[in-house]
């Protein structure tokens, strides 16, 4: 692994029986380079088969019936579960409940499921039956980013499988949860390690600046920057700076208030902030993206204000026009 990879990311799993895709997750969770391990296996069901194998794999589990409780309150006790062993992801793996608005939002982007189907067909139950009457000519899995709406979040990964002629649901089932296996442990992988991915860093940067009025990106001695005002005079306002002069940082540089506030910033916070080589010196302060727990909305503003610091009147006119609706 590169010298700035993270630390594993701690994943509780939760099921309401077998737990066949938990085991596929946490086998692999067992390899060298996996780059998550499965820190907690928590059910609703204090019988559920998947908590007796990740006992015996030695790994923490929570049981939790959710007979006689409130919706909110079982899914407190679930969470606060995953909170104790330090989770920073939640999959769901078979777990036959539907959860509250607030957890889910709480979870945003951090909660994955694995659902049988070639989403967005066939959300809900019977799956497989659904798509053999159809007269189908695949089935298959999908995982998706949890969200409020059943079964509707990103789809992050599928596997297509065929449906053969006197296909019956079980028959399916059976092949499908061959692709299931497959396809969690890769997606979790690869959602797990994209917020150390450059690429999709500088996605979501460019997002949030060119979102700013009169901007445009312009390359930089080779990094990504964006500016404000017209092609022609228009000013930086922003860099992206991919491990550029010997950091392992990726992150945004900015204008901040001053160099006061940059290194009180960069003393205070050094996890979060670094004085960029060169461009530091003129004021630009490193906001690093390749660590956990990036506050995105932070982000946001700070490049709301850096473009605030370096914006035309003209564009500025525009962002208040805007801001009044
Ligand atoms: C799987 O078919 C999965 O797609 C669905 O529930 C089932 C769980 O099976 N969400 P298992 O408990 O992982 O064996």
């Known amino acids: 692994m590169p010298e700035t990879a993270p630390q594993r990311a701690r994943i509780a799993v939760f099921v309401s029986g077998r737990g066949s895709n938990m085991a596929a997750l946490l086998y692999t969770s067992r390899l060298d380079d996996a780059p998550y391990e499965i820190a907690l296996v928590a059910s609703n069901d204090p019988g559920a088969e998947a908590l007796a194998l990740a006992e015996a794999e030695g790994i923490a589990t929570f049981a939790l019936s959710h007979k006689g409780m409130t919706r909110e309150a079982h899914d407190a006790a679930m969470e606060d579960a995953a909170r104790k062993v330090g989770a920073d992801h939640i999959a769901l793996a078979g777990y ?4 509250t608005p607030d957890f889910v939002k709480r979870w945003e982007g951090r909660m994955l499921n694995i659902h049988p189907s070639l989403l967005p067909k066939y959300t809900g139950l019977d799956t497989h039956a659904r798509a053999i009457a159809a007269g189908d000519t695949h ?16 789809v992050l990964g599928q596997i297509a499988v065929a449906i053969r002629p006197n296909e019956t649901a079980e028959s399916l089932a059976e092949r499908v949860r061959f692709a299931e296996h497959q396809l969690y442990p890769r997606v979790l992988a690869r959602h797990v390690a994209r917020p150390y991915d450059a690429g999709w860093l500088l996605d979501r940067v460019r997002d949030l600046a060119l979102a700013l009025p009169q901007t445009h990106e312009r390359e930089s001695h080779g990094s990504p920057g964006w500016r404000v005002g017209t092609e022609k005079s228009g000013k930086y306002f922003a860099y992206f700076s991919d ?14 208030g001053g160099m006061d506030e940059l290194e009180a910033l960069v ?15 003129s004021g630009w302060l490193g906001v690093i ?3 956990p727990g990036v506050d995105w909305d932070a982000v946001a503003e700070r490049l709301h204000r850096s473009w605030q610091a370096v914006a035309p009147k003209s564009a500025m006119r525009s962002m208040d026009a805007a801001d009044q609706f």
Not at 146 to 154: I, K, N, P, S
Not at 245 to 256: A, D, R, W, Y
Not at 267 to 281: C, I, V
């Open 267 to 281: 003393e205070d916070q050094p996890h979060a902030y670094h004085k960029p080589a060169y461009y530091g010196a």
């Open 96 to 99: 036959m409940r539907i959860l």
């Open 289 to 291: 993206l390749n660590r």
């Open 139 to 154: 089935g298959g899995v999908s995982v998706h980013l949890v969200t409020e709406d059943l079964d509707a979040g990103e």
């Open 243 to 256: 491990q550029h002069h010997g950091t392992p940082h990726i992150s945004l540089l900015v204008k901040c």
